[in-house]
Nanobody, 125 residues
Framework: QVQLVESGGGLVQAGGSLRLSCATS????????MSWFRQAPGKEREFVAH????????DYANSVKGRFTISRDNAKNTVYLQMDSLKPDDTAVYYC??????????????????WGQGTQVTVSS
């Protein structure tokens, strides 16, 4: 059974930092593209960041580029999202997602096979 479990969310002041983790089990982690999405209250879920399997090439939403960093540790079957210079607009539930081998559009929810349950991030002004 595949499981993705996010952690590391919480309440932080604007300008602060958080590091989210997504621990996976039940899949061959090194074969999977991994991504982070987020959903703010009253809004649709949106793409945040993606990292490929293999060389670990990354891409980001424009809104977080230069502030967030996605990384992975294949030995720990875990993907991370380091979030710096946080803004109130970053407040959302953050989800990790996984897709094996091939992703045509990394920013499309429909690409992904597995999802975590989400972790709340709240940034106060």
């Amino acid at each position: 059974q595949v499981q993705l479990v996010e952690s590391g969310g919480g309440l932080v002041q604007a300008g602060g930092s958080l590091r989210l983790s997504c621990a996976t089990s039940g899949l061959t982690f090194s074969d999977y593209h991994m991504s982070w999405f987020r959903q703010a209250p009253g809004k649709e879920r949106e793409f945040v960041a993606h990292i490929t399997w293999g060389p670990g090439i990354t891409d980001y939403a424009n809104s977080v580029k230069g502030r967030f960093t996605i990384s992975r540790d294949n030995a720990k079957n875990t993907v991370y999202l380091q979030m710096d210079s946080l803004k109130p607009d970053d407040t959302a539930v953050y989800y990790c997602a996984a897709k094996k081998w091939v992703v045509r559009r990394s920013d499309s929810e429909g690409e992904y096979e597995y999802w975590g349950q989400g972790t709340q991030v709240t940034v106060s002004s």
